[in-house]
């Protein structure tokens, strides 16, 4: 009499062509699990110019093979450009600073993906950020990552328990010099591979020239709080609250510090109705100081709001957890108090909620 062993679960995972779904698939592997290695193609335009795209499925399509794993390529571009470059320019023609990830991560990874792995007989989908799931009782609760200089939860806070309870992030246990480490120690091609920073669509080239092909300048008057004009700037949505650098007034010389250091001009204030740029002479300076804020299109990883109370947030990524008071909440918006006045609270970006190591969820800043 023969017994038939048990079936392994099948997990598809997000294969990038870098290190970290690279270790991803394989530590699955190790685990037990059939995998399956998924390259995501979500940018079409200025392909073969700006993004690796070409070389990225190359490096994929080696790790898979030296891990001995099948992989499929898929095309998402006509969904990212719906879902989530369409929103990209709807924020920024409004002079806020959205971050794309976010959303990408909502829309695409862990939704159009999800979708398709599951057509692929799926049990879960894995991914290689640095996050953590674990389950208390019935719920899904996101974590951070042990590593906390790689830490990615913020990206993921829109996530839902339907698309949490599917997932696997398999190096969020791990610091990312182990996940360098295990690179080398089993061959993987791509082991030195640089980290890929920002977003593909973008590549290499200039954020403002990316920009300038799919929103017109509008140049208007760049001024101080106290109103002198100090010239013109190309148009409200290429800065950001916060920027320094590409301002176009060099020659402008700012306060003198009493060691002699002369203080740099920040971006502090759009006004859409006048098209005004405000800028502001010093990092500390009054304008760029905020304790509250307000965020809407609130999303809650639990289905629900937590008790309004002490919690820390970050309002960008990169930021150190900042102590702050949820104070409302209602079903569209939050308000957070914060105990220290935080530096450039920009539009656009996400307030993001944490009880401890437990991401709860977040907003967009208003």
Same mark, same amino acid.
């Given at each position: 009499?023969?017994?038939? /062993?048990?079936?392994? #679960?099948?997990?598809? @995972?997000?294969?990038?062509?870098?290190?970290?779904? /690279?270790?991803?698939?394989?530590?699955?592997?190790?685990?037990?699990?059939?995998?399956?290695?998924?390259?995501?193609?979500?940018?079409?335009?200025?392909?073969?110019? !700006?993004?690796?795209?070409?070389? *990225?499925?190359?490096?994929?399509?080696?790790?898979?093979?030296?891990?001995? +794993?099948?992989?499929?390529?898929?095309?998402?571009?006509?969904?990212?450009? $719906?879902?989530?470059?369409?929103?990209?320019?709807?924020?920024?023609?409004?002079?806020?600073?959205?971050?794309?990830?976010?959303?990408?991560?909502?829309? =695409? &990874?862990?939704?159009?993906?999800?979708?398709?792995?599951?057509?692929?007989?799926? *049990?879960?989908?894995?991914?290689?950020?640095?996050?953590?799931?674990?389950?208390?009782?019935?719920?899904?609760?996101?974590?951070?990552?042990?590593?906390?200089?790689?830490?990615?939860?913020?990206?993921?806070?829109?996530?839902?328990?339907?698309?949490?309870?599917?997932?696997?992030?398999?190096?969020? $246990?791990?610091?990312?010099?182990?996940?360098?480490?295990?690179?080398? $120690?089993?061959?993987?091609?791509?082991?030195?591979?640089?980290?890929?920073?920002?977003?593909?669509?973008?590549?290499?080239? #200039?954020?403002?020239?990316?920009?300038?092909? !799919?929103?017109?300048?509008?140049?208007?008057?760049?001024?101080?709080?106290?109103?002198?004009?100090?010239?013109?700037? @190309?148009?409200?949505?290429?800065?950001?609250?916060?920027?320094?650098?590409?301002?176009? =007034?060099?020659?402008?010389?700012?306060?003198?510090?009493? *060691?002699?250091?002369?203080?740099?001009?920040?971006?502090?204030?759009?006004?859409?109705?006048?098209?005004?740029?405000?800028?502001?002479?010093?990092?500390?300076?009054?304008?760029?100081? &905020?304790?509250?804020?307000?965020?809407?299109?609130?999303?809650? =990883?639990?289905?629900?709001?937590?008790?309004?109370?002490? !919690?820390?947030?970050?309002?960008?990524?990169?930021?150190?957890?900042?102590?702050? *008071?949820?104070?409302?909440?209602?079903?569209?918006? +939050?308000?957070? &108090?914060?105990?220290?006045?935080?530096?450039?609270?920009?539009?656009?970006?996400?307030?993001?909620?944490?009880?401890?190591?437990?991401?709860?969820?977040?907003? @967009? =800043?208003?």
């Amino acid at each position: 009499m023969s017994s038939l /062993s048990p079936k392994k #679960p099948r997990v598809v @995972i997000g294969l990038s062509g870098g290190v970290d779904s /690279s270790v991803s698939a394989w530590l699955l592997k190790q685990q037990g699990y059939e995998v399956i290695g998924l390259f995501m193609k979500n940018w079409e335009d200025d392909d073969s110019e !700006y993004c690796s795209s070409r070389q *990225d499925w190359l490096d994929a399509v080696a790790v898979a093979d030296l891990i001995g +794993i099948d992989i499929e390529a898929v095309n998402f571009a006509a969904e990212y450009k $719906e879902r989530v470059f369409a929103e990209f320019l709807k924020e920024y023609s409004a002079g806020r600073t959205p971050n794309p990830d976010v959303l990408c991560n909502a829309e =695409i &990874k862990f939704k159009a993906f999800l979708d398709h792995a599951m057509t692929l007989g799926a *049990d879960y989908i894995a991914t290689g950020h640095y996050a953590r799931v674990r389950r208390v009782g019935g719920e899904v609760q996101l974590l951070k990552g042990l590593d906390p200089a790689k830490d990615q939860s913020y990206f993921l806070h829109r996530l839902t328990q339907q698309q949490l309870d599917r997932v696997l992030f398999p190096v969020g $246990e791990l610091p990312k010099t182990q996940v360098r480490r295990i690179a080398l $120690e089993i061959g993987l091609p791509n082991a030195k591979k640089k980290d890929s920073t920002g977003i593909c669509f973008i590549g290499e080239r #200039p954020f403002r020239e990316f920009l300038n092909r !799919y929103l017109p300048t509008q140049p208007g008057p760049m001024m101080t709080p106290e109103g002198e004009y100090l010239g013109e700037h @190309i148009g409200l949505s290429f800065y950001t609250l916060g920027q320094r650098k590409g301002l176009g =007034i060099g020659g402008v010389k700012g306060h003198q510090q009493a *060691d002699g250091q002369v203080d740099a001009w920040y971006v502090a204030k759009k006004d859409l109705n006048t098209n005004t740029l405000y800028v502001v002479n010093g990092h500390d300076h009054p304008w760029l100081l &905020k304790k509250t804020l307000v965020a809407d299109e609130v999303s809650w =990883i639990s289905g629900y709001p937590p008790h309004e109370g002490a !919690y820390a947030a970050k309002t960008r990524y990169r930021q150190t957890d900042a102590m702050c *008071d949820l104070v409302n909440t209602d079903v569209k918006h +939050i308000t957070l &108090k914060f105990t220290q006045a935080q530096w450039a609270i920009t539009p656009g970006q996400s307030a993001v909620l944490y009880d401890g190591e437990v991401c709860l969820g977040g907003g @967009i =800043i208003l």
